[in-house]
């Protein structure tokens, strides 16, 4: 065995809610490494503004919160994955309080009402929050958590580039070590991607950078299935701002009576929806979508100012802020608004377990495909997601490691063949093409015509990208690079297969479900 591998009973590439979550609960049984590409909390986790949903209100149920869901997944959801993850609701919260997130509470309880946010889809006021800063309460505690327990590693600047299989069994994964320019072998008993999304592929999204696509497009190089790739929602309302490259304003705005206008004043949403600004993602994303083009607008507005300061101040405190930043005042005038990539509703197939189609490999959070959301995820329902699936992945691993077979020795990552690289504007170049050509033919509305296109320049750009990655040195950005020139092929090869308009894909070809199949997963099994 070499000197430069690393050896844990589990390794967990990300760094989020999910990612965090499973160590924590792994850590008092077993050594576990953490692979995280920035900084641990520069994620997707930490940027969440708007909540975790759980029944908590006396006058909601598990039933109704169970009905929405399904409702909203436009009859994609799996109606067992969705009653497994509701009911485990109120638990995951109290283990969240447990730790010590600090929601916010209800200014006139006695210390153990908590504040409930109603958005887009839910029936009920069931979104729990920490202010308008929810994500950074839970990854910040988590994080403080992590670190302070002696049986967690955490390895920050380090990408992951494949996964390391033998017979079958997953075993490890290289990582690329960003600070140290080199490639290290990771050996474990039992791997999980918790690596989030695939937003980047898009020119305009919410995400952070770090969201290419890396475990979707690990878990298919290893043999994994994956699923409902075309489904990606588009958050209706980030703002619009030239230096403002992925701010969201959070849906919780439309919930508290937050008014999409066209630049004229008037309100659009209730020629669309019964719902207006509280219809689902989708809708709401493509209405916007239409009046934009209609009008040939870059933005629409949005107006919370008639709710006046004191409440916009107290309620959205980090977002009036960061608003006042770019030079609007919530409180007195509406914003900017325009759709951006938010959320990968499809992903890597798994159980309920989290297990993937390769022994000991496991998927949680956004990187999967569990069934919960369908063909539109409902506001909120990742957060508890996340926490609901660490905590299954965590019993069924636990279960599973007295009896893994014991490791093989791994080879080294061999540069021997490669050079380094004096054309990096290939890099740059292709990441630009993809993103816009995706953005005009793979977005919010679609046809086929379009995503051939698509698929043809997918294809070329993917055998230049291959070539280059096969001759030269590896970096951060040729390994995002590959992984996102995959996952827009994954995206495009399933939106092809869908002939119907369904949840979070529509198209003007077929733009209704369609009438004679019943609805269906998009699933992709590699060659």
């Known amino acids: ?79 067992d994955v969705v009653e497994f993850v509701v009911e485990n609701g109120r ?20 210390g153990q009402e908590f504040h409930l946010h109603q958005e887009g889809g839910h029936s009920h006021r069931r979104v729990l929050h920490a202010a308008d800063s929810t994500g ?37 994964a290289y990582v690329y070590d960003q600070v140290n320019d080199r490639v290290r072998v990771f050996r474990s008993r039992c791997t999980v991607l918790a690596t989030g999304g695939a937003g980047k592929v898009y020119l305009y999204t919410s995400n952070p950078d770090i969201c290419t696509g890396d475990g979707i497009a690990m878990a298919w190089r290893a043999g994994c299935r994956v699923a409902n790739m ?4 588009f958050h209706p309302t980030c703002l619009y701002h ?57 933005y629409v507005y949005l107006d919370i100012s008639h709710r006046g300061e004191d409440f916009v101040i107290d309620h959205f405190p980090a977002i009036y802020a960061r608003c006042i930043q770019y030079g609007f005042d919530l409180t007195r005038e509406a914003i900017p608004v325009v759709p951006a990539a938010h959320y990968t509703c499809g992903g890597v197939v798994i159980d309920k377990n989290g ?33 609901v699936f660490a905590h299954a992945a965590y019993k069924d691993i636990r279960r599973n490691l007295d009896h893994a077979a014991p490791l093989p020795s791994l080879p080294e990552w061999d540069e021997s063949q490669v050079a380094d690289s004096d054309e990096e504007v290939v890099v740059s170049h292709n990441w630009d093409e993809i993103r816009r050509f995706m953005w005009d033919y793979v977005g919010i509305v679609r046809t086929d015509k379009r995503l051939q296109r698509a ?42 297969r869908r002939k119907e308009s369904r949840g979070l894909h529509y198209t003007l070809d077929y733009p209704a479900p369609d009438p004679g199949v019943p609805a269906r997963d998009t699933v992709l099994q590699p060659e």
């Open 455 to 496: 698929k043809h320049r997918i294809r070329l750009l993917q055998d230049e990208i291959y070539e280059y990655y096969g001759n030269f040195r590896i970096n951060n950005d040729l390994i995002e690079l590959r992984n996102l020139s995959l996952v827009a092929d994954l995206i495009i090869e399933s939106a092809l």
């Open 1 to 79: 065995m070499t000197i430069d591998q690393h050896q844990s009973d589990v390794l967990i590439i990300g760094s989020g809610a999910s990612g965090l979550s499973l160590a924590l609960q792994l850590a008092g049984h077993a050594h576990v490494a953490v692979i995280s590409k920035a900084d641990v909390k520069e994620g997707a986790t930490f940027y969440a503004q708007g909540g975790v949903s759980a029944v908590l209100d006396a006058e909601d149920s598990v039933e109704s919160h169970i009905n929405d869901t399904i409702d909203t997944g436009c009859g994609l959801c799996k109606s």
């Open 230 to 233: 075309e489904f990606v929602q």
């Open 355 to 387: 297990r993937t189609d390769v022994e000991a490999l496991y998927a949680i959070g956004e990187v999967s495909y569990s069934g919960l959301h369908g063909a539109n995820r409902m506001a909120s329902n990742s957060l508890l997601e996340c926490v």
């Open 242 to 298: 030239q230096e403002a490259k992925s701010f969201l304003i959070s849906e919780a705005l439309r919930g508290e009576g937050a008014q999409l206008l066209l630049p004229d004043g008037s309100r659009f949403m209730e020629k669309f929806d019964a719902r207006g600004e509280l219809a689902p993602r989708d809708v709401v994303a493509r209405a916007i979508d239409h009046e934009m083009k209609r009008l040939g607008s870059d």
């Open 91 to 110: 638990k995951s919260i109290g283990w969240l309080i447990d730790l010590g997130v600090n929601f916010t509470r209800l200014p006139e309880s006695d």
């Open 136 to 172: 950074k309460a839970i990854e910040s505690t988590l994080e403080n958590r992590t670190r302070a327990h002696s049986n967690i590693e955490l390895f920050e600047f380090h990408t992951s580039l494949d996964l390391i299989s033998r017979d079958g069994r997953c075993v490890g």
